[in-house]
């Protein structure tokens, strides 16, 4: 029998949460194969089987949480069967089998309670180890406790709102007869049938997300300045080019490596932007690793697109187009998502006019594109037109980067992009 443990996650990551079996127990596994997926901070990870062979001793639900080295399962060779022989009593010699007839009275008058005890079990509540472990240090019965799950399970969180419930139950209850205990009703939270409501905890991500959030408004002085971008040049790129880029390059041609090619010029030109602070240092760096930040289903992840500087149009949308397919998948790792030095994200493809990015902390700057409008535009003092135009916001971190250079930044991107052959002229 050999057990399965939970792996060296990353430098940075020392638990989990387990999202997913993907295998039950009995079922039969080969090496290599996944059987259980662990949903990290960053990332979602599977753990493969190390031998062929029987899953059993499945030690830990969905939700649960377990940290690098825990046993979470045990796989048995074979068939299954070794379980069953590992069990087994060795041969006894002859001197011990005629103490068998002794022995036997003894235990058949131990069967009963233990029949008693397999009855009992049977009818325990089903909980989570971590619910149990709580339960037992606070004294109480599992069977007492109201579970919200849909299957009936008792989590930490219901054993943590019942011990909450019912500490004020046993103060107003311990100056009564012990007879009159038993009969006291239990608390409940004051439901409204007419407002119902669903509690449904954060996963992991999600609260790492939040948190990250959350710090990096505390923690920069964060300003976002606007400007907005006459599309119309890219526009005509995109139409006359679209189906000659496909057949060279089996991609599309987006607008994704137009601002990232706007976003690398002119972070060659503002290079602060392109920093961060480490205590009272700025690390100015001499790469692009661009991130672009993707809304997938656990929440939103920023993998970084190495590079960006030397990647050529048809390379950017395939590292984007490789890297979106990824999240979709939830196949990102570790190294897709660290080391970014600057970011951009799309809320214009959810249909956003216009928004304030929070920072990606510890990058000092953000790039946020927005849905394009056809809107009325003054061309010079005597025509209008009608122009597909973008509003793009910059949101930067003030410590280390002025007013003037945000906005100076914000103006050569629009430049750019409104002049698309000069991304071509950018060394």
Do not use: C
Not at 128 to 138: N, T
Not at 163 to 168: I, R
Not at 288 to 302: F, P, Q, R, S, T
């Amino acid at each position: 029998m050999f057990d399965v443990k939970v792996p060296e996650l990353a430098e940075s990551i020392s638990e989990g949460t387990v999202a997913q079996w993907l295998k039950k127990e009995g079922d039969k596994v080969v090496k290599g194969e996944d059987i259980v997926e662990l949903e990290t901070d960053k990332v979602n990870i599977e753990i493969s089987a190390e031998r062929d062979g029987i899953l059993k001793n499945i030690k830990v639900e969905p939700g649960d949480t377990v940290a690098v080295g825990d046993i979470i399962a045990s796989i048995v060779e074979g068939d299954g069967s070794a379980a069953e022989t590992e069990s087994k009593p060795e041969e006894k010699p002859a001197a011990e089998e005629k103490a068998e007839p002794a022995q036997k009275q003894e235990q058949s008058s131990e069967k009963a309670p233990a029949e008693e005890e397999d009855s009992k079990a049977a009818d325990r509540p089903i909980a989570s180890p971590a619910a149990r472990k709580l339960a037992r240090e606070k004294g109480i019965d599992l069977s007492e406790v109201s579970s919200r799950d849909p299957l009936g399970r008792v989590r930490t969180e219901d054993v943590k709102r019942h011990a909450e419930g019912g500490s004020n139950e046993k103060a107003a209850s311990s100056s009564k007869p012990a007879a009159s205990t038993s009969q006291q009703p239990k608390t409940a939270e004051p439901v409204n049938p007419e407002k119902p409501v669903e509690r449904v905890k954060m996963s992991r991500r999600r609260q790492t997300i939040a948190k990250r959030l959350v710090e990096a408004q505390q923690t920069a002085a964060m300003l976002t300045t606007f400007n907005e971008v006459d599309m119309t040049a890219i526009n005509e790129v995109r139409a006359r080019r679209k189906d000659k880029f496909y057949e060279q390059n089996g991609v599309k041609l987006g607008y994704m490596s137009f601002f990232t090619k706007a976003v690398v010029g002119a972070l060659k030109k503002f290079p602060a932007i392109n920093a961060e602070i480490q205590g009272d240092e700025m690390v100015l760096k001499k790469f692009y690793d661009i991130g672009i930040a993707v809304g997938a289903e656990e929440g939103l992840v920023v993998p970084v697109v190495r590079n960006a500087d030397r990647l050529s149009f048809a390379g950017i949308e395939k590292e984007i187009g490789n890297l979106a397919e990824k999240a979709r998948n939830k196949k990102l790792s570790l190294e897709d998502l660290q080391g970014g030095s600057f970011t951009i994200t799309n809320g214009g493809i959810f249909g956003s006019m216009l928004s304030t990015p929070i920072l990606n902390a510890p990058q000092v700057g953000i790039l946020g594109m927005h849905t394009i409008q056809w809107r009325p535009v003054a061309i010079d003092k005597e025509r209008m037109e009608n122009r597909p135009m973008m509003y793009i916001a910059l949101s930067y971190d003030h410590r280390i980067v002025d007013g003037k250079e945000a906005v100076s930044f914000l103006t050569t991107i629009k430049s750019l992009l409104e002049d698309p052959e000069s991304l071509l002229l950018e060394g």
